[in-house]
């Protein structure tokens, strides 16, 4: 395949906002500043190197089917590990936060001239644990942006950013992928010999996001979310959970599968109000009747606040227990008025 052809595949991968600001470029100047945005795990690091390789470009379009020194060296290395002399990469790291002296240690680089490509980009990875200080310091330059510079915010939280950053980038989301289309991911990962209710089980935690889909399918601990869906709509007697499952919850890389389920399983309640039989887990018709739309806010209001604090340092531990404790009250509520089938 030419590198013409490739290159076109690529693009054909970028939302449509960016195709469409990608042709215009080419005619005219476009914004430096973006901000991607949309779950975890749905590639947006990877449309934001592919956005960079194609405006560091030096010769858009490769007449002559031969890479530009750029995009060369963009192809040496897999996202992963890339390694390109004018892509300058922030993420908190080990860290919870993005402190002020990194962010502006980025900025200072980022005014230096280009050396392979026709411009210089910055990619902040989990922009929203930017702290204030960082925050404002960045504000100034996304204002003022320096000549020939990309900067690129990625997150899935947008609305923690500060409403000044929001309003000095290009807004682009990056929505879940369909059913069908997570059907062929799951397809194709190497060992995917699993029952029907474990492929269920995967794409309903995986949320149409291809990364989760493949980091749930190599977690050892994988066997355990199976229990999931079925302690959060039958009451747990004796012991309030799993003791194996409990910890996983509390863990940074289970607790937003927890949400998850209870935001998928408040989403089923009102389907099944809608008259739409066709649930993510298994819901008996005594859960909906009797778990009242009063009930089903509170406990989805309690989900999203508790998804915004993940980005704080939060007793996951405290926040499980008693997320699980009134739900399972509520469960045992539903046992006694209304009888459940499976």
């Given at each position: 395949?030419t590198a013409g052809n490739t290159q076109n595949r690529e693009e054909a991968r970028l939302p449509e906002l960016l195709q469409r600001?990608?042709?215009?470029?080419?005619?005219?100047?476009?914004?430096?500043?973006?901000?991607?945005?949309?779950?975890?795990?749905?590639?947006?690091?990877?449309?934001?190197?592919?956005?960079?390789?194609?405006?560091?470009?030096?010769?858009?379009?490769?007449?002559?089917?031969?890479?530009?020194?750029?995009?060369?060296?963009?192809?040496?290395?897999?996202?992963?590990?890339?390694?390109?002399?004018?892509?300058?990469?922030?993420?908190?790291?080990?860290?919870?936060?993005?402190?002020?002296?990194?962010?502006?240690?980025?900025?200072?680089?980022?005014?230096?001239?280009?050396l392979l490509g026709s411009r210089r980009t910055a990619i902040l990875e989990e922009a929203h644990l930017l702290t204030e200080s960082?925050?404002?310091?960045?504000?100034?330059?996304?204002?003022?942006?320096?000549?020939?510079?990309?900067?690129?915010?990625?997150?899935?939280?947008?609305?923690?950013?500060?409403?000044?950053?929001?309003?000095?980038?290009?807004?682009?989301?990056?929505?879940?992928?369909?059913?069908?289309?997570?059907?062929?991911?799951?397809?194709?990962?190497?060992?995917?010999?699993?029952?029907?209710?474990?492929?269920?089980?995967?794409?309903?935690?995986?949320?149409?996001?291809?990364?989760?889909?493949?980091?749930?399918?190599?977690?050892?601990?994988?066997?355990?979310?199976?229990?999931?869906?079925?302690?959060?709509?039958?009451?747990?007697?004796?012991?309030?959970?799993?003791?194996?499952?409990?910890?996983?919850?509390?863990?940074?890389?289970?607790?937003?599968?927890?949400?998850?389920?209870?935001?998928?399983?408040?989403?089923?309640?009102?389907?099944?109000?809608?008259?739409?039989?066709?649930?993510?887990?298994?819901?008996?018709?005594?859960?909906?009747?009797?778990?009242?739309?009063?009930?089903?806010?509170?406990?989805?209001?309690?989900?999203?606040?508790?998804?915004?604090?993940?980005?704080?340092?939060?007793?996951?531990?405290?926040?499980?227990?008693?997320?699980?404790?009134?739900?399972?009250?509520?469960?045992?509520?539903?046992?006694?008025?209304?009888?459940?089938?499976?």
């Amino acid at each position: 395949m030419t590198a013409g052809n490739t290159q076109n595949r690529e693009e054909a991968r970028l939302p449509e906002l960016l195709q469409r600001l990608l042709l215009a470029g080419r005619s005219r100047s476009i914004p430096a500043t973006y901000l991607f945005h949309g779950p975890r795990g749905i590639g947006k690091k990877q449309a934001a190197l592919l956005w960079s390789r194609l405006l560091l470009c030096t010769r858009p379009g490769h007449p002559d089917n031969t890479l530009c020194p750029s995009c060369a060296q963009f192809d040496k290395f897999s996202p992963e590990s890339m390694h390109h002399p004018d892509i300058l990469q922030l993420s908190p790291g080990e860290g919870t936060t993005i402190p002020i002296d990194e962010t502006r240690r980025l900025i200072s680089e980022l005014s230096n001239a280009p050396l392979l490509g026709s411009r210089r980009t910055a990619i902040l990875e989990e922009a929203h644990l930017l702290t204030e200080s960082a925050a404002n310091s960045l504000l100034k330059t996304l204002e003022d942006p320096p000549e020939k510079t990309l900067i690129i915010l990625v997150t899935p939280y947008p609305d923690n950013l500060l409403p000044t950053l929001l309003s000095r980038t290009v807004s682009v989301g990056f929505s879940g992928c369909t059913r069908e289309e997570m059907e062929e991911y799951l397809a194709a990962l190497p060992g995917h010999n699993l029952s029907s209710a474990e492929k269920n089980m995967l794409l309903l935690f995986s949320r149409g996001a291809p990364g989760q889909l493949q980091a749930l399918r190599n977690s050892p601990q994988w066997p355990l979310f199976d229990k999931l869906p079925r302690a959060l709509t039958h009451p747990q007697k004796g012991t309030l959970f799993d003791m194996d499952l409990l910890p996983l919850l509390s863990d940074p890389s289970g607790f937003p599968f927890l949400l998850d389920t209870m935001e998928s399983l408040l989403l089923d309640l009102y389907r099944m109000d809608a008259g739409d039989s066709r649930t993510s887990l298994p819901v008996s018709s005594g859960l909906k009747n009797a778990v009242s739309h009063l009930k089903r806010e509170e406990f989805h209001d309690r989900v999203l606040r508790l998804r915004t604090l993940t980005i704080h340092n939060i007793n996951r531990s405290l926040a499980v227990e008693e997320l699980l404790w009134d739900w399972n009250e509520t469960l045992a509520s539903v046992n006694d008025e209304t009888p459940q089938s499976d």
